[in-house]
């Protein structure tokens, strides 16, 4: 089976930075991604990884080691705006569909 | 404006009742997803198609049926021998097969069934 491990709650301060670790275990692995959604509302795709290392778009950055079976998504310069649920999904071999995790949600406090 | 639109947002029904959830997209994307979310938890997957006329079931297909005759339409039914259908219920496109790291979603149309 498939199973994704991510922690269930994450609170920072206004300007820091905030790590959300995933880890995975499928039954073969094409890519990583992570997914942004606000309470209520829809998810929205935020980066994908399919070969170890650092992904950088803006402030948001993720990262890919397949050989620990582990990615992370690093949050920089947190602004409230960034209070929501982050979800990791993998992509199993053999399939052309995601896989969610239960998502990690992220207070930012003034 | 491209996008995906899910309608309605809000459902009631009864139970016993087959409901059935519109998903329309105008992206000329090949795929589409239908999820369900519950509340405080991730999305599972409920039914998947790649193309036109074709479709596969995702984790949780019991209880519910899909139709993919149009490329721009992928109705979700909710039907009566589904056990807890209240949810939040997601409809999602991408490109095609090979890009479904990057989904992109509808609204979501909220399901209550008492």
Partial sequence: ?110 | DGGITQSPKYLFRKEGQNVTLSCEQNLNHDAMYWYRQDPGQGLRLIYYSQIVNDFQKGDIAEGYSVSREKKESFPLTVTSAQKNPTAFYLCASSIDSQTSYEQYFGPGTRLTVT
């Fill in chain 1, 1 to 110: 089976g498939q199973s994704l491990e991510q922690p269930s709650e994450v609170t920072a301060v206004e300007g820091a930075i905030v790590q959300i670790n995933c880890t995975y275990q499928t039954s073969g692995f094409y890519g990583l991604s992570w997914y942004q959604q606000h309470d209520g509302g829809a998810p929205t795709f935020l980066s994908y990884n399919a070969l170890d290392g650092l992904e950088e778009t803006g402030r948001f950055s993720s990262f890919l080691s397949r050989s620990d079976s582990y990615g992370y998504l690093l949050l920089q310069e947190l602004q409230m705006k960034d209070s929501a649920s982050y979800f990791c999904a993998v992509i199993p071999g053999g399939y052309n569909k995601l896989i969610f995790g239960a998502g990690t949600r992220l207070a930012v406090h003034p």
